[in-house]
């Protein structure tokens, strides 16, 4: 197994529809490479979390990082995924609003934020507009989601995103004490994510200006950010 960088071409899997994907997102010039690495660097495991796209620089230029281990299919699906984040970030604005980083409490809720609701677009505009499917994620998240509920180290209101995340892209969690519904700080944020982010899907993307109101006000649901700011 190699160590070193192993930059990947993405035209050695000839899919077109992928193509097709990486051309537009490309054009704007910040995805600096796509590479292969090993299971466990990058925080990537094959059975949890197969593929990154990662900020590089602290600038707005990205790097996809992925397991060596998967295999055709599934890599398709994989930097189809990623390539499907940075599309909504440069072609449709949708992104975190880097003031959100001071304001917030924990930094920690602005990524699955951003995560959960590009997920709720991704996934029909993937297949609909690329021919590219996200079993491989959906397959993910079922497995995934006890896992998740069960790490203590988790913050109830991430808990909660992949909850209404789940319950929107694979259907309902029947065992709803276990997902800590009993938890005050689970119960609003389950809430306040349903009310504001609750309609997004591929049909019915926010523009971006909302996106940024959407998230602002989840964040005073949630305590997050002070009212009034
Ligand atoms: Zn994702």
Do not use: W
């Amino acid at each position: 197994m190699s160590c070193g960088v192993e930059l990947f071409n993405i035209e050695n899997l000839d899919e077109p529809g992928l193509m097709r994907l990486y051309l537009k997102v490309t054009r704007y010039g910040n995805l600096l490479r796509i590479e292969a690495v090993s299971n466990g660097a990058h925080d990537l495991s094959i059975d949890r979390n197969p593929a990154t796209l990662e900020s590089a620089n602290n600038a707005d230029q990205y790097v996809i990082y992925f397991v060596n281990e998967l295999d055709r299919g599934d890599l398709i699906m994989a930097i189809g995924h990623e390539l499907g984040h940075l599309l909504l970030i440069n072609k449709y604005y949708l992104k975190i609003d880097p003031i959100l980083y001071v304001l917030v409490r924990d930094e920690e809720i602005l990524q699955a934020i951003q995560n959960v609701t590009h997920h709720l677009i991704l996934v029909d505009l993937l297949r609909e507009e690329y021919g590219i499917h996200s079993d491989l994620y959906l397959s993910l998240i079922r497995r995934n989601l006890g896992e998740y509920l069960s790490d203590t180290e988790l913050m109830q209101e991430v808990k909660a995103l992949r909850v209404f995340e789940y319950e929107k892209l694979v259907g309902r969690v029947e065992d709803v004490v276990t997902a800590g519904t009993q938890v005050k700080s689970f119960q609003k944020a389950y809430e306040s994510a349903d009310t504001r982010f609750g309609k997004y899907g591929f049909k019915h993307m926010p523009p971006s200006n909302d996106y940024k109101e959407d998230i602002i006000t989840f964040l005073k649901d949630i305590g997050q950010i002070r009212q009034g700011m």
